[in-house]
């Protein structure tokens, strides 16, 4: 699949440019050499991972199908445990440390599914985290689940059956489910999937108050970067190895990207006088 950057149609300026690194320098995550092969399977699905994740960034995953997206963020949250290199959240393994690193982490999966027939309202699905991750004092719970509701802008649907809500804010549930228990690091697994653009700008942004207003280290799996380009500090770009990492203006060349998706350079939509960081060629 081609990655189209339509810069220009949806933003205009430079806030692009002053996105990048932030100044505390606290890293949290840190990748090295990381390797992962599926039992049975005869090629690895994930290999030579290396980067790291500075506390209240916002990192996107990106990458084709099958690329090893999904495998990275389970082996980041400790579901699945390295072959081969190292990861390391705040300092420990998240295989190990009792769990203690994985109740700091905030999930959302990809294709996540609440049985619809099930008469739960939004609040019943954003309560459940605090079911099965950190135990909170009833108090602090009730407290956490107005304040996650919120965040989201789903306070006025709480009590709406949740088979009911469009896909959009069905998904804005999920990440204020993941929120309830005050997560330091949240990680999303294609959170866009079938949300409009308008909720998609709206998960964006909340993203984006969480890393730099929390310092909630963020990093999330996309198929389109555009909705998120301006916002986020680094890209990891994928393709079953590590092709790149850095900053967007970094890893989004044209060169990494036709390396990962084997095929024809991103196409960029530029204003008159914007000059693109990513693909200077693209304009001459
Ligand atoms: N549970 C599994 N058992 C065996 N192979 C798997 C399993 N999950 C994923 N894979 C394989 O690992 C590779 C990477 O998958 P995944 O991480 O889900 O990619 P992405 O999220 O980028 O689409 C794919 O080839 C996929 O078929
Ligand atoms: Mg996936």
Not at 87 to 93: P, S
């Amino acid at each position: 699949m081609p990655v189209y950057l339509h810069l220009a149609e949806r933003y205009t300026g430079w806030r692009f440019f002053v996105s990048v690194p932030r100044s505390d320098n606290e890293v949290v995550i840190t990748v090295e050499n990381l390797g992962y092969t599926y039992s049975g399977a005869s090629v690895p699905a994930l290999e030579q991972v290396h980067f790291a994740a500075q506390k209240g960034s916002f990192t996107a995953i990106m990458g084709p199908n099958g690329s090893g997206k999904t495998t990275l963020i389970k082996l980041l949250i400790g579901l699945l445990e390295p072959r081969c290199g190292k990861v390391e959240v705040a300092g420990k393994n998240p295989v190990g440390a009792g769990g203690e690193i994985r109740r700091t982490i905030g999930y959302v999966p990809q294709h996540e599914t609440v049985n619809t027939r099930l008469p739960v309202t939004t609040l019943d699905v954003v309560r459940m985290a605090a079911l099965c991750r950190r135990r909170l004092p009833a108090e602090k719970l009730k407290r956490n689940l107005a304040a996650a509701l919120d965040m989201v802008g789903l306070a006025p649907e709480a009590n709406q059956r949740f088979s009911t809500l469009s896909g959009g804010q069905k998904q804005r549930a999920l990440i204020a489910r993941a929120l309830v228990v005050d997560p330091s690091i949240l990680v999303l697994d294609e959170p866009f999937a079938g949300v409009d653009a308008a909720s998609q700008d709206a998960i964006v942004s909340l993203l984006h108050n969480l890393a730099e207003n929390k310092a909630v280290t963020v990093l999330t799996v996309v198929h389109d970067i555009n909705p998120l380009v301006h916002f986020i500090n680094s890209v990891v770009l994928l393709s079953r190895k590590m092709i790149a990492f850095g900053s967007p203006v970094e890893v989004l060349t044209a060169e990494h990207l036709t390396e990962a998706y084997g095929r024809a350079v991103p196409i960029l939509v530029c204003e008159d006088g914007f000059l693109p960081p990513m693909t200077e060629s693209s304009h001459e």
